[in-house]
């Protein structure tokens, strides 16, 4: 099993949007996929079109030494599941800080799942937090959606740092550029010039297009509706590119 | 999932105005599919309480792994392409589940239905799918690619985690529309149809022999299943499906000649002689083949065995085996349908299936198989004891073969007259002459391909398959064959002191030793 998180400070930069297209681009390889939406927001459950509901909520889930099959639920694709979120994961933080082992806690979880699916895909709440903590450790990969401008380079950066206090363990860092819109100078020179400091920016990167909005209305991956659009085939890449670098 | 009969009765129409009057439901296309249930020639998902399909649409292969006795679906999987051995499986939860229970077999179409479907999606109102139901009408596939009535079922789909709405659909299927659920599952149907018996296929012998039966009379059973082993085989050796169909093809041609060497005064010797040399040369036309084979399903250890950095140097001697198989493949194939091999067959079946004569001068022919089989295992026994007392840590490489090829023999024997023994000592004896045997095979197999790399490495050369880097591979492969030899020999030891305890000795006596010896 795989676990990818999908995960920035800011919000609004794709992360969730990048979480439900390549949990489905993965489950077209024949890969057994679940989601884990762990923002309260409810933005991929939404998406799935599963209600944003745990139940119990977070307290149950965290008492549990597995997920069992009462909170995950199959999607309308029949390789993706999805463990939906729910309203009290906004408590998540304070009910980790309280408890013994709180970086080891979402490992744990998700461990008693590693029987059952090939990729674990985790779109992240976007925060600092001892979530936070607790996602990259239980994480193989860190997909980092960032907007190819200064203020989005600065919470890059900001990661970065984490890195440097040992909180990143050996998560493998995959910043990729997103909502690029080409015909803005500064998006184009940033990704001209990607910054030199840090893990290496992916040579794949999401267009900004109005496909991808479409998500919320059509509450499916572009993939599914927009197969041939810019936006779509841009996922398709940035996948690929992902597998290669697991191996 | 759950199955429903529909009665013949029900039009299509009528079920689905009166599904729809009852859920909110989306309706698909309708569409003809076919499902193949698959398993290993040998029946090993069957054989675990397995049953397995697949249905091949446009979205892609569609594979469901479910139990057996209730028919509960265990797991499900879209695929982009049919797996037939678990190597293919890309999704490493669907290996992990299906590599353990295929072990190295391929699998193959066991049974095939078609089927009229007519989907219906129960949706709510964030119109996601909560289940889906299904109205089937299925027809068997037969052999000459008609097709046959078989039932007509709604089947409903659980989505997991909306197992409430799932009982829903049940109970109206039940109380409303008077369905009756089904246990049995569409695969059992067909196979009773069809009056297929799955899990049939051994390649064990498992004849029952009666002690105090004539010899002749047994052994003409014994071969006579040995020789239904080797047909059985021939169609997958043929088409290649799985390294498994020669392996057990094999096994019955060396196991069939070692017992005409082994007993004589039994059969006449102008059968044994032309039957000895055919069963030999049957050897000889499958050996290459296997061989390369065996290399191939090794190719992964000896990469293994190599430095991460040098690993791919390897490759090149990847695609010669591949190239040689290939050849040696065809050779075979074109072996097997000659007419030597067909008329070999053919004389064998005869002599086997012609009736024993009251009278015969053949010494040992009405001796009971009981005796019989005790003289010729005690011999053999005897033998390997004796060969394996003469082993020592300086002794020559060749002893340990001869040991082996008594092994062997012994081996042989004992599959073919275990009925005839107490099954559990038997289990018991065979299990650690199994294990002797496997460390002498181990050894043997190591001199082969020290020997065999060396004759690779000239013939590699030779078709310009060799690189200076994929030679030094093969060199270092080679020197860890040599001290792989060493630590092998040093196994042995053990090995041989656990087959031939006292303990062992004493059984050994009481169970095989021929009465006549044991008045002496
Ligand atoms: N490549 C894109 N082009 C256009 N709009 C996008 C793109 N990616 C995301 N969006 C839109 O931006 C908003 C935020 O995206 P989202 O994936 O939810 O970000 P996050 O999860 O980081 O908060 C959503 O409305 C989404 O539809
Ligand atoms: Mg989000």
């Given at each position: 099993m795989i676990t990818i998180s999908c995960y920035n400070i800011k919000g609004g930069v794709g992360k969730t949007t990048t979480a439900v297209n390549l949990a489905y681009l993965a489950s077209l390889d024949g890969a057994k996929?679940?989601?884990?939406?762990?923002?309260?927001?409810?933005?991929?459950?939404?998406?799935?079109?599963?209600?944003?509901?745990?139940?119990?909520?977070?307290?149950?889930?965290?008492?549990?030494?597995?997920?069992?099959?009462?909170?995950?639920?199959?999607?309308?694709?029949?390789?993706?599941?999805?463990?939906p979120a729910d309203f009290s994961y906004r408590n998540m933080d304070i009910l980790l800080e309280g408890s013994k082992k709180p970086r080891s806690r979402l490992r744990k979880i998700l461990k008693s799942l590693s029987d059952d699916y090939d990729y674990v895909i985790l779109d992240c709440p976007p925060s600092f937090s001892m979530v936070s903590e607790s996602i990259f450790y239980a994480s193989d990969v860190l997909l980092i959606p960032?907007?190819?401008?200064?203020?989005?380079?600065?919470?890059?950066?900001?990661?970065?740092?984490?890195?440097?206090?040992?909180?990143?363990?050996?998560?493998?860092?995959?910043?990729?550029?997103?909502?690029?819109?080409?015909?803005?100078?500064?998006?184009?020179?940033?990704?001209?010039?990607?910054?030199?400091?840090?893990?290496?920016?992916?040579?794949?990167?999401?267009?900004?297009?109005?496909?991808?909005?479409?998500?919320?209305?059509?509450?499916?991956?572009?993939?599914?509706?927009?197969?041939?659009?810019?936006?779509?085939?841009?996922?398709?890449?940035l996948w690929k590119e992902i597998k290669s670098k697991l191996n | 999932m759950s199955e429903f009969f529909v009665p013949g009765t029900v039009t299509i129409a009528e079920f689905k105005?009166?599904?729809?009057?009852?859920?909110?439901?989306?309706?698909?296309?309708?569409?003809?599919?076919?499902?193949?249930?698959?398993?290993?020639?040998?029946?090993?998902?069957?054989?675990?309480?397995?049953?397995?399909?697949?249905?091949?649409?446009?979205?892609?292969?569609?594979?469901?792994?479910?139990?057996?006795?209730?028919?509960?679906?265990?797991?499900?999987?879209?695929?982009?392409?049919?797996?037939?051995?678990?190597?293919?499986?890309?999704?490493?939860?669907?290996?992990?589940?299906?590599?353990?229970?295929?072990?190295?077999?391929?699998?193959?179409?066991?049974?095939?239905?078609?089927?009229?479907?007519?989907?219906?999606?129960?949706?709510?109102?964030?119109?996601?799918?909560?289940?889906?139901?299904?109205?089937?009408?299925?027809?068997?596939?037969?052999?000459?690619?008609?097709?046959?009535?078989?039932?007509?079922?709604?089947?409903?789909?659980?989505?997991?985690?909306?197992?409430?709405?799932?009982?829903?659909?049940?109970?109206?299927?039940?109380?409303?529309?008077?369905?009756?659920?089904?246990?049995?599952?569409?695969?059992?149907?067909?196979?009773?149809?069809?009056?297929?018996?799955?899990?049939?296929y051994s390649s064990q012998l498992d004849t029952q022999l009666a002690p105090g039966a004539r010899s002749d009379q047994s052994l003409k059973e014994m071969l006579l299943a040995s020789l239904d082993i080797i047909e059985a085989n021939e169609d997958g050796t043929i088409k290649d499906i799985d390294t498994e169909f020669l392996h057990d093809f094999r096994v019955a041609v060396?196991?069939?000649?070692?017992?005409?060497?082994?007993?004589e005064g039994v059969f006449p010797r102008r059968i044994l002689e032309p039957n000895i040399s055919a069963f030999k040369w049957l050897g000889s036309i499958t050996g290459p083949t296997r061989d390369m084979d065996v290399y191939l399903l090794k190719f992964d250890k000896y990469q293994q065995a190599l430095a991460k950095d040098k690993q791919a140097y390897l490759?090149?001697?990847?695609?010669?085996?591949?190239?040689?198989?290939?050849?040696?493949?065809?050779?075979?194939?074109?072996?097997?349908?000659?007419?030597?091999?067909?008329?070999?067959?053919?004389?064998?079946?005869?002599?086997?299936?012609?009736?024993?004569?009251?009278?015969?001068?053949?010494?040992?022919?009405?001796?009971?198989?009981?005796?019989?089989?005790?003289?010729?295992?005690?011999?053999?026994?005897?033998?390997?004891?004796?060969?394996?007392?003469?082993?020592?840590?300086?002794?020559p490489d060749e002893k340990l073969h001869r040991l082996r090829l008594s092994c062997k023999k012994l081996r042989y024997l004992l599959e073919f007259f275990q009925s005839l023994y107490p099954a559990s000592k038997m289990k018991r004896i065979i299990k650690s002459l199994k294990q002797l045997q496997e460390i002498l095979g181990d050894f043997q197999d190591l001199s082969v391909q020290i020997d065999s790399f060396h004759d690779m490495e000239i013939q590699m050369q030779a078709e310009g398959m060799m690189t200076a880097e994929t030679f030094v591979a093969m060199e270092l492969l080679v020197d860890h064959f040599h001290s792989q030899i060493k630590s092998q020999r040093a196994l042995f030891t053990d090995s041989y002191s656990a087959f031939s305890t006292k303990a062992n000795q004493v059984l050994f006596k009481k169970m095989f030793k021929p009465v006549k010896d044991k008045v002496e």
């Open positions: 996929v679940l989601v884990w939406d762990l923002d309260p927001q409810g933005a991929a459950s939404f998406y799935f079109r599963v209600k944003p509901k745990v139940k119990g909520g977070v307290r149950r889930l965290f008492q549990k030494k597995s997920v069992t099959d009462n909170y995950i639920k199959g999607t309308d694709y029949g390789n993706i599941d999805i463990l960032t907007i190819p401008t200064p203020l989005s380079l600065r919470t890059f950066e900001q990661i970065l740092k984490y890195g440097d206090k040992k909180i990143l363990g050996n998560v493998k860092l995959l910043p990729f550029f997103s909502m690029v819109d080409r015909r803005k100078n500064m998006h184009r020179a940033m990704i001209e010039n990607p910054p030199k400091k840090g893990p290496a920016f992916l040579k794949s990167s999401i267009p900004y297009a109005s496909e991808v909005e479409r998500m919320g209305i059509k509450r499916e991956p572009v993939t599914v509706y927009a197969q041939s659009s810019a936006a779509a085939q841009s996922y398709i890449a | 105005d009166r599904l729809k009057a009852q859920f909110p439901i989306m309706e698909g296309a309708a569409l003809t599919v076919e499902r193949h249930y698959q398993d290993t020639f040998d029946w090993r998902l069957y054989k675990k309480n397995y049953q397995y399909y697949i249905e091949n649409t446009l979205s892609g292969t569609h594979l469901t792994l479910s139990s057996l006795h209730d028919n509960r679906q265990l797991f499900a999987l879209l695929l982009s392409s049919p797996p037939v051995i678990a190597g293919d499986i890309q999704s490493v939860v669907l290996r992990k589940r299906l590599a353990p229970l295929l072990g190295i077999r391929a699998l193959v179409n066991k049974l095939s239905v078609q089927i009229r479907r007519y989907p219906f999606q129960y949706i709510d109102e964030d119109k996601k799918t909560r289940a889906y139901v299904y109205l089937e009408d299925y027809r068997l596939v037969l052999d000459n690619g008609k097709t046959q009535a078989l039932d007509k079922r709604v089947r409903v789909e659980t989505v997991k985690g909306y197992e409430k709405d799932v009982k829903q659909i049940y109970k109206t299927l039940k109380t409303e529309f008077k369905f009756n659920k089904v246990e049995q599952s569409i695969f059992k149907t067909g196979m009773e149809t069809l009056n297929i018996h799955p899990g049939e060396r196991r069939t000649r070692s017992l005409l060497e082994q007993i490759e090149p001697l990847h695609d010669y085996l591949i190239k040689h198989h290939r050849i040696e493949q065809k050779e075979l194939v074109k072996q097997l349908k000659t007419a030597r091999y067909r008329n070999l067959k053919k004389k064998w079946r005869e002599f086997l299936q012609t009736p024993v004569v009251e009278h015969t001068r053949l010494p040992i022919a009405k001796q009971s198989i009981k005796e019989t089989a005790d003289i010729h295992i005690w011999k053999a026994i005897k033998r390997v004891i004796k060969q394996g007392n003469a082993i020592t840590e300086k002794c």
